[in-house]
């Protein structure tokens, strides 16, 4: 099964793309979307909404793992996180994927073992779990890979 992994934002979006099952994973690709923190907020969802779209098209997963918004204190932040997970759903719903949609604490607590990991320790894991030599990186990009692996191990 090939699992498309994405940590929503609207600066950067990270995600991952990951097959296997819950015996083994591969990476196929990682990185991050990156958009212009001056442009209109439209336009930093089409970025988002067609970079989406490539990957799909790229690699064509079954499922799309998708963080769940956090909620912040600041709600102006939760609202437009809001926006960018609303256009990674469209762009999976387009493509006809499955969706799963996962707590950041549930995410670090299947790869990590601790809901309260920290970014460095996901990394770590993501890339012992994946038998990487480096870390995907940034930060980002590692929380999409580990999207998708909790979409896989949950899976069986």
Not at 20 to 43: F, N
Not at 130 to 135: E, G, I, N, P
């Amino acid at each position: 099964m090939i699992v498309l992994g994405i940590d929503p934002g609207t600066a950067i979006t990270g995600y991952g793309v990951v097959t296997g099952d819950a015996r083994k994973q591969v990476l196929l690709e990682c990185g991050v979307i990156r958009t212009d923190a001056r442009a209109p907020l439209a336009e930093r969802l089409a970025v988002i909404f067609d970079g989406v779209s490539e990957i799909v098209c790229r690699h064509s997963p079954e499922r799309l793992a998708v963080e769940r918004a956090f909620y912040s204190r600041n709600v102006h932040t939760t609202l437009v996180l809001g926006h960018a997970r609303g256009v990674i759903l469209l762009a999976g719903a387009r493509a006809g994927l499955a969706i799963d949609e996962f707590e950041p604490a549930l995410i670090k607590k299947t790869v990590v073992g601790v809901g309260g990991a920290t970014k460095e320790q996901v990394q770590f894991m993501t890339a012992r779990l994946l038998r990487l030599k480096t870390a995907p990186s940034p930060a980002d990009a590692a929380d999409g890979v580990a999207a998708a692996l909790t979409a896989l191990l949950r899976a069986s």
